[in-house]
Structure formats: C-alpha cells, structure tokens
C-alpha cells in the first residue's frame, strides 16, 4: 500500500525565510495582496518571488494572449505558456499552431493564461484572483483594495491613474541590458533602520518624499545632484524617454521608429532643460528605441530579486526601503538608488 506524503503547513514551507526575517514580518507579508498590471519579464520574476515567499497575488492583465508574449522572457513559467518555445520538430506545437490551440481552448488573455501556473506555485495561496478586461475599463477604485501594486509596460498616463489611489505603487521596465523602477511607499509609510542583528530604530518616514506624480513632473535638467551622480544618470533619462514617446505617439519605441523617437526625443530633452542628452548622438538614441522592448532574463531576474526584497521591506516596515528609483545597469552588475528631488 502506497503511502501519502505527509502535507506541510506554513511554518514548514516559510521556515527559512522566518529565520531570515523574522516570524512578525512574515505575518505581516502574508496578509498582503499584490497587484500585477500586466505580466511581462521582470514583473513575473517579482510574482514568483513574493508568491514562493507566501504573498497572494492578483494579476489584472487584459492584454490578448499570446500576441503580448511573444518577447517575454520565459522566466519560471514553463515552455508551453511562452509562444517563443517549440518548434517544426515532431510532437511539439509551431508558434502559429500554439496560438491556434490555446484561442480554441477560450485562453484569451495573459492573465487567464497563467493564472493556473500562479497557483501551482505555492497551492497554500489558494486561487490567484484575475481581472483581464482592457486597462482603460479597470476603474480607480479597483487598485485601492491592494496593498501594493506592480505596473510593467503600462502607459505613463494609466499609470499615474492608477498610483494617485493605490496604497504603494511600483512602475518597472527593463530595456535591454538596462532596467528602471520608480517606487512611490506612500506618504505615511513608516520603517525601522537596521542597527545591527536584531536591532532596529524606532519607526520613521522617508526623510524626502515624492509620489510618483510628483516624481513624474521633475524635469530631467532640475534634478538635484547626488554624490553619485552630479546630473541625471543616462538609465533613467533613456527610460524617461520611452514613457513620454509612448505618451506621444501611443506605441513604445522599436527599431521602425528608431529615427522618430530619436527626433522627439532630442526635443523633450530640450525641453526639459537636459542640454546633455538633447546633445546625445542619433545612434546612442537610435540604440534606445532598438532595446525598449527588449527584455532579457539575467536582467529580469536580478531586478526582480532586488524589487522582492523592497518590497518585503515595505510591507514588514523593517528596513529602510529604496527612495525613490532604482536603476539597474547590466553591463556591470550595478543596480543604485537614486533619489529624484527637484532642485532648490
């Protein structure tokens, strides 16, 4: 007679990560519920990280599936929900058949797509809730009930809706070797420093505040020098610039359009008094529109890691969290913080 595995509970299935942070802040994470916009390469490795860690997710991603997948990273999910695996060869399905088969079987959006592998991903969650009608139809009050929302290749425009009623909001992109996080904890959000093993300051805020608006409206040739970066670092005026062109023409840049953004963009940068960039060579920008739909895996897997890690901060109030964008450069590995404040 075959015996049953012995079921696991949830102090069995955390217990690596209690003894990392503690049995309170895992409490504290595990009443929380994230929202996913739109599942892309990097926000999917955000997913897979807090779900493994005991966070429930919900994916609101109305997007036709498979046509927004077909240059998403595979990530943890396995070959047969992205449409770039299989092949001609005998027993697996071409891309063209794939898509076929899945329209047949009423799978037309990414959120129902992958909502059963979600679920696999730690069953103790239970159902991974979807939304998947169009973005534009999702209303405000919809984001308010979560406790922190994850937005990837979402308009600037629907992404300043949705931040101006979440609780937290976190806009993420990787463009090639690069990626972009802009994270806004909310005003009230407070934290404990970390002061040695087991020892932590008693709570306070961010000792510079902006929401993502406000982060928004700062034009790049305002920004306040830092000790690292005495004028706007290169990363996030080139992803600056992929959101406004979006916001321009209603399409992200791609190698068809590499000598129109490069023209608006050398304009936008005037604009905004960023003499620097505006002065930029037409192939360095040409190179930008080429990447901004491209995602790579190690890039997204490593932001994603760092993201995982904020916002477990953020939810368990223990540490101090990154204030206000991250910027991830993987050409050599280095992933900063950069607080974006306007000059005085």
């Not at 990530?75 to 697996?92: L, V, Y």
């Not at 040695?196 to 008693?202: A, T």
Request: hydrophobic share 35%.
């Amino acid at each position: 007679m075959a015996s049953s595995a012995p079921k696991r509970d949830a102090s069995d299935v955390y217990d690596r990560q209690i003894r990392l942070w503690g049995a309170d802040a895992q409490s504290k994470i595990s009443k929380a519920n994230i929202l996913y916009v739109n599942i892309t390469g990097v926000s999917s490795e955000i997913l897979k990280n807090m779900v493994l860690a005991g966070v429930k997710a919900t994916i609101c991603d109305g997007r036709k599936y498979t046509d927004a997948m077909t240059e998403t990273p595979s990530s943890f999910f396995p070959r047969e929900i992205n449409t770039q695996a299989g092949g001609e060869e005998e027993g697996k399905d071409s891309p063209k058949r794939k898509k076929q088969r899945l329209e047949e079987e009423g799978v037309g959006s990414v959120a129902k797509a992958i909502k059963p592998y979600v679920e696999e991903l730690n069953p103790l969650l239970g159902d991974c809730e979807i939304d998947d009608r169009e973005l534009s139809d999702v209303p405000s009050e919809y984001f308010k009930k979560f406790d922190i929302v994850v937005a990837s290749k979402v308009p600037l425009k629907e992404a300043l809706r949705i931040s101006k009623v979440s609780q937290k909001f976190i806009l993420v992109d990787c463009f090639g070797w690069n990626g972009c996080a802009i994270l806004d904890h909310g005003p009230n959000h407070e934290f404990r420093k970390e002061k040695g093993k087991d020892k932590y300051s008693d709570p306070e805020k961010a000792a510079s505040y902006l929401s993502f608006e406000d982060i928004i409206n700062v034009k790049l040739g305002e920004l306040l020098a830092s000790r690292w970066h005495k004028k706007c670092p290169e990363i996030y005026a080139n992803y600056r610039a992929i959101l406004q062109y979006e916001e321009m023409t209603g399409n992200r840049p791609d190698k068809t359009v590499k000598k129109d953004f490069t023209e608006k963009v050398k304009t936008w940068f005037q604009e905004n008094h960023a003499f620097e960039f505006g002065e930029s060579t037409s192939n360095s920008l040409e190179t930008v529109a080429c990447l901004a739909k491209a995602e790579v895996s190690p890039v997204c897997a490593i932001l994603g890691g760092v993201l995982g890690n904020e916002i477990v901060k953020s939810l368990s109030g223990k540490g101090e969290p990154a204030n206000n964008v991250l910027l991830f450069n993987g050409m050599d590995g280095g992933c900063q913080n950069y607080l974006v404040k306007k000059k005085n």
